[in-house]
């Protein structure tokens, strides 16, 4: 009998801020975790990493200000750092989860690289932001190396683009160990994106919508199901109104009415409902579920958060 296969997201409630925060967070997110393992099912995980990342970035640039000797590090490695000491804490909290319950299963972090079209539109129009923020000075040298700048409160900082994912170069290693038996965690912070030149993989000055990452990584692995955990019971319309109502089921073609309405935030929920959409567009018996990480199991039995199909 084929055990049900689920990707599930981890947003930023499951990994804090800091590394003290990190540290108690995963703590959580391991419990959501066992919880869905104590079912049989094989389940790949991805994260975020917005605050880390940002974090690394900033670091090694200053550590570059202070060395002359030493480059700046670029966003792909920044990336991949971030990845390996996420996936440390967060496979570390989840194998002692496991074990508290008697259940032995390996649990192994990828280095993901995703790969990206030169050509998208997001390279022409940068929005995230990163790193800290900048005088007047700074950034003007960091326009003259080629990269994008935007005056915020207090200063100026740095902003790169979000291009969207097409492919997932560690595919098959992630579904072989999937397939044997052991909890994968990959695409971390929407994976390392990377451009194909011919036989090398350049990496990119961007970061993947985490989200979006785990779209394409359901897709590729046959998934039974996209488990979009975040800190909130439901997706909403009217959020935050007088008239606010959550959602409880949705079909893709509803979500992509409201989407075309406006009714989700554009920075946090609007990549959970447009990964969620094309998920289940592309694997017509799948479903899809938006959820809060406290709610992981039931969202999983589709008995809470909201629940999008074809």
Request: charged share 25%; net charge negative.
């Amino acid at each position: 009998m084929n055990k049900k296969k689920i990707v599930v997201a981890l947003g930023h409630k499951a990994l804090g801020t800091t590394l003290p925060e990190q540290k108690d967070a995963v703590k959580a997110a391991a419990k959501a975790i066992a919880d869905l393992a104590e079912t049989d099912c094989r389940i790949v995980i991805s994260h975020s990493n917005a605050p880390q990342v940002g974090m690394i970035h900033t670091a090694m640039n200053e550590f570059g200000k202070q060395h002359p000797d030493y480059t700046f590090a670029p966003m792909s490695v920044c990336s991949a750092m971030s990845q390996g000491y996420i996936g440390y804490d967060l496979q570390n909290a989840i194998r002692e989860e496991l074990l508290n319950r008697g259940i032995v299963k390996p649990v192994t972090t990828i280095l993901t690289q995703v790969v990206v079209n030169p050509y998208d539109d997001s390279f022409y129009k940068p929005v995230k932001i990163i790193g800290r923020v900048m005088t007047e000075e700074e950034a003007k040298a960091e326009e003259e190396k080629g990269n994008h700048v935007v005056r915020t409160d207090g200063g100026y900082r740095r902003i790169v683009s979000a291009p969207k994912p097409e492919d997932i170069v560690e595919i098959d290693a992630i579904r072989t160990l999937s397939d044997a038996g052991h909890i994968v965690i990959a695409c971390g912070g929407g994976g390392i994106p990377v451009l194909k030149q011919g036989r090398r993989l350049k990496g990119a000055s961007a970061v993947i919508e985490k989200d979006l990452a785990s779209g394409k990584l359901a897709e590729l692995l046959d998934a039974d199901m996209l488990l979009l955990l975040t800190g909130e019971k439901n997706l909403y319309l009217n959020y935050g109104k007088e008239n606010s109502e959550p959602l409880t089921q949705l079909s893709a073609d509803k979500a992509r009415s409201y989407i075309a309405e406006g009714q989700f935030a554009e920075a946090s929920v609007l990549p959970k409902v447009v990964a969620a959409v094309s998920f289940v567009s592309v694997k017509p018996d799948g479903v899809a579920v938006i959820a809060d990480l406290d709610d992981a199991k039931a969202a999983f039995e589709e008995q809470a958060g909201t629940i999008i199909r074809s």
